[in-house]
Nanobody, 125 residues
């Protein structure tokens, strides 16, 4: 069983930055591909960013390209999402997710087996 705990959310003004962290339990973090998803109120969950087990391969949603960066530190069992140039439309609950069924990266929520509880990000205009 893998437990994921997100942190780093909060309230920020348009154009500001936040860094989300997701720390996992267990000793096999480096074998998991990780992803970030978000869900705004009244909307479906959407993919944000993903990273493979080594950190050498990443993919991002078009809506965040050039603004968000995903990274991981396998020694700390942690994946990060650096969010810059934030916009009001980035307001959502952000979730991290883990899978060991995918060798590379995946944008599909159904490929992930473990999810965190979410952290709220609010961007004021």
């Amino acid at each position: 069983q893998v437990q994921l705990v997100e942190s780093g959310g909060g309230l920020v003004q348009t154009g500001g930055s936040l860094r989300l962290s997701c720390t996992t339990s267990g000793r096999t973090f480096s074998s998991y591909a990780m992803g970030w998803f978000r869900q705004a109120r009244g909307k479906e969950r959407e993919f944000v960013s993903a990273i493979n087990w080594s950190g050498g391969l990443t993919t991002n949603a078009d809506s965040v390209k050039g603004r968000f960066t995903i990274s991981r530190d396998n020694a700390k069992n942690t994946v990060y999402l650096q969010m810059n140039s934030l916009k009001p439309e980035d307001t959502a609950v952000y979730y991290c997710a883990a899978t060991n069924r995918v060798w590379g990266v995946t944008r599909r929520g159904e490929d992930y087996d473990y999810w965190g509880q979410g952290t709220q990000v609010t961007v004021s205009s």
